[in-house]
């Protein structure tokens, strides 16, 4: 646990943030080496949103299975790191899944709609904004920004 608490200080990775600075943590998450799914950690509501772009792929289960050991090593982490207090509860998160979330049209773009959507999310923007029709242009755009080392880590 306490090699976990780098990431809560800020130590890991580089340019890493402190936990008790941030409202909210933004995790991608794959389901199965199949799919990429995107998780908003709200600290402040104690709980974890699962924004999915292919839900009939990632039924209830599945997910519930994915999540469990997140809801608990959170708070568990953040309770180690004394950051948020000694007596920071060490309960678990309750997690939500967004039902009203736009769904891909290809099996291969989930991971180009987790970026997105955590990009959108970070930027405080509605993931609606996310469609098909747009995602061979930001494939395009990640490619040169990624390419071209013009990103803000």
Not at 57 to 65: A, E, H, P, V, Y
Not at 89 to 109: E, I, M, S, Y
Not at 126 to 134: E, G, N, Q, R
Request: aromatic share 12%; hydrophobic share 40%.
């Amino acid at each position: 646990m306490k090699n976990m608490t780098r990431y809560i200080y800020g130590k890991n990775p580089e340019w890493s943030k402190r936990w008790d600075s941030c409202t909210s943590l933004y995790i991608p998450c794959n389901v199965e080496m199949k799919h990429w799914i995107a998780l908003k950690v709200d600290f402040a509501e104690r709980t974890i949103y699962v924004y999915d772009s292919m839900k009939s792929l990632t039924r209830f289960g599945k997910l519930q299975k994915i999540i469990h050991p997140i809801v608990k090593v959170i708070p568990r982490m953040m309770k180690e790191s004394l950051l948020f207090g000694e007596n920071y509860p060490h309960k678990q998160f309750l997690w939500r899944r967004h039902t009203d979330v736009p769904q891909q049209n290809n099996a291969g773009d989930c991971g180009m709609y987790v970026i997105k959507f955590i990009e959108l999310l970070s930027a405080g923007l509605d993931v609606k904004l996310m469609s098909d029709t747009m995602i061979d242009s930001w494939r395009k755009k990640l490619a040169v920004e990624v390419f071209a080392m013009h990103f803000d880590p």
